[in-house]
């Protein structure tokens, strides 16, 4: 009976294994080297990092990035030392409070260094984690990074992330408990948005750097999935610019849940607070989805914009679009005024 020979790919040069290596991911190479005995022990050493860089991001750490002490004491005595305030009441399991993984507190504390060595090392750029002792939502690493700020004004870590194959697609919900948890989904542009971080009062939002991760994150793809992203990329310099470019990518402003009061208000007599949008981005949303002027089929709308929205309602009667179902539409919603 003939031995079946070597396969080719074996018997290439180890330089070579190791150059198309450098394109797959751990499972891929995980999967690769499963084919065959020669392939295993070929990868037996990045494999071996790999699953070391997945096992240290998940070590639970304290907020400060060291080991987890479970002592009450030692708890408060760091916060005492960090300035936040004498007398804290620490809870009563203490062992629970201020737990985090390593690699979510590397990257909101901005430490580029771990984050890429983590990423060099194989690390799935996709692992979902989530802060305390029993996360109830596991989110993408980009997320948080968009969420947090990652450290302040710079984007690096963000980059990293985009550049080693995060997706910024990716939903946070955790699907095993949705029911519970459906308040937590979106894609990592959502998770960066005003209301998501609570992020209020004069000059809160956005953050230094905030722009320019948004914008990274936009040109590897990344889409919205709720109206409150696109309000929270018009307070950005160039706002107008970060909307298009979030619709080229995809973004559906049919399906964000727009009311009609999300775009021009009807609550009460209008204020700046109260306006959402102004009239030149209502009318850039408009031209962007033309679908959108239908929301204004109720009366109280019409009556609304008609009485505390003038400038817009001439531009929609004088600036008939090149679009035709914007152009019907208008029509309609003149012979309403």
């Known amino acids: 009976m003939a031995v079946p020979s070597t396969s080719p790919l074996v018997k290439l040069p180890d330089e070579l294994h190791l150059q198309y290596a450098c394109y797959l991911d751990a499972r891929s190479l995980s999967r690769l080297s499963r084919t065959c005995t020669g392939l295993q022990d070929k990868f037996s050493q990045e494999l071996k990092q790999a699953h070391e860089a997945h096992d240290w991001a998940l070590v639970v750490v304290n907020y400060w990035g060291g080991e987890w002490e479970q002592t009450a004491a030692y708890i408060e005595a760091r916060i005492r030392q960090d300035g936040q305030g004498g007398a804290f009441a620490v809870e009563a399991e203490a062992h629970r ?17 771990l984050v890429q060595n983590y990423l060099q090392a194989r690390g799935n750029p996709n692992l979902r984690v989530g802060p305390g002792a029993r ?24 980059r990293l992330l985009l550049e080693y194959g995060a ?8 699907w095993k408990e949705k029911k519970r948890h459906r308040k937590d989904a979106g ?25 320019e991760r948004i914008k990274l994150a936009l040109s590897y793809g990344a889409r919205a999935s709720h109206n409150e992203s696109i309000r929270s990329l018009y307070q950005m310099e160039d706002g107008s610019t970060l909307v298009y470019m979030a619709v080229v990518n995809g973004t559906d402003l049919m399906h964000l849940g727009f009311g009609w009061y999300d775009l021009v208000g009807l609550f009460g007599r209008p204020t700046d607070s109260r306006i959402p949008y102004t009239d030149e981005q209502v009318i850039e949303l408009l031209e962007l989805e033309p679908k959108l002027i239908g929301l204004a089929s109720p009366h109280k709308a019409v009556r609304y914009i008609k009485k505390h929205r003038p400038a ?26």
């Open 312 to 337: 817009l309602v001439q531009h929609l009667i004088q600036n008939r679009s090149t679009f035709e179902w914007l152009g019907n539409l208008c029509a309609d919603f003149c012979r309403y005024l």
């Open 135 to 158: 996360p109830s939502v596991k989110k993408p690493l980009l997320h948080w990074a968009l969420y947090t700020g990652a450290g302040g004004r710079d984007a690096t870590i963000v």
């Open 97 to 113: 409070w201020k737990r985090y993984p390593r690699l979510y507190n590397a990257i909101e504390k901005g430490q580029v260094n």
């Open 187 to 211: 894609t990592a542009l959502d998770w960066a948005r005003r209301e998501k971080r609570w992020l209020f009062g004069q000059d809160a939002y956005p953050l230094p750097g905030d722009a």
């Open 167 to 174: 997706d910024p697609n990716l939903d946070a919900t955790n």
